[in-house]
């Protein structure tokens, strides 16, 4: 019996958001010195690009891993229509407790595409580029001894990156 030879399918989209960083876990102070700049009580926007990347089996009648137009539509449905062209803190749910840090954004992220995919488990990785300089890489939750284990995302570990805008 012959293995299917496994490939990895990316596609690529762009959206522009706002947000503040800024955690309701810390005092002012606090998120001043962490977020610096990004904690300006206006906010600021960002461009960001994102790549959503399945992998899998090639399958042999279809010649793919996944049809790239069902990846399209559930990127489109989590990016386009709850994402692009809003204020991450004040439109988006989940961010009105969650710090919109680009770590976050990945979370949610994958955690919505996967929810749309026909089959989940294909969902291998998804990339978001804030600025051409920084980028975040989020995999899933950690899986130990066959078990997912939830990502210990505190308030206190999860807001100390230095400034995304930084250099």
């Known amino acids: 019996m012959s293995q299917q030879p496994v490939a990895f399918l990316t596609r690529k989209e762009t959206f522009s958001a706002c947000h503040r960083l800024h955690s309701k876990h810390l005092s002012d102070a606090e998120n001043l010195e962490i977020y610096g700049?990004?904690?300006?009580?206006?906010?600021?926007?960002?461009?960001?690009?994102?790549?959503?990347?399945?992998?899998?089996?090639?399958?042999?009648?279809?010649?793919?891993?996944?049809?790239?137009?069902?990846?399209?539509?559930?990127?489109?449905?989590?990016?386009?229509?709850?994402?692009?062209?809003?204020?991450?803190?004040?439109?988006?749910?989940?961010?009105?407790?969650?710090?919109?840090?680009?770590?976050?954004?990945?979370?949610?992220?994958?955690?919505?595409?996967?929810?749309?995919?026909?089959?989940?488990?294909?969902?291998?990785?998804?990339k978001i580029y804030e600025t051409d300089k920084n980028s975040v890489t989020y995999r899933g939750p950690y899986l130990q001894n066959g078990q997912y284990l939830l990502n210990k995302r505190s308030a206190k570990t999860s807001c100390t990156n230095i400034s995304s805008d930084s250099d």
């Not at 090639?58 to 809003?86: C, E, P, S, W, Y």
């Open 37 to 126: 700049k990004c904690n300006n009580p206006n906010g600021h926007g960002h461009n960001y690009t994102v790549e959503v990347t399945v992998r899998g089996p090639i399958d042999a009648r279809t010649g793919m891993v996944m049809n790239i137009t069902d990846l399209k539509l559930a990127m489109d449905g989590v990016i386009f229509k709850q994402l692009d062209h809003k204020n991450l803190d004040k439109d988006v749910e989940f961010f009105q407790n969650t710090p919109s840090t680009t770590e976050n954004l990945t979370v949610f992220i994958w955690d919505n595409v996967r929810q749309s995919l026909k089959r989940p488990e294909l969902l291998y990785e998804v």
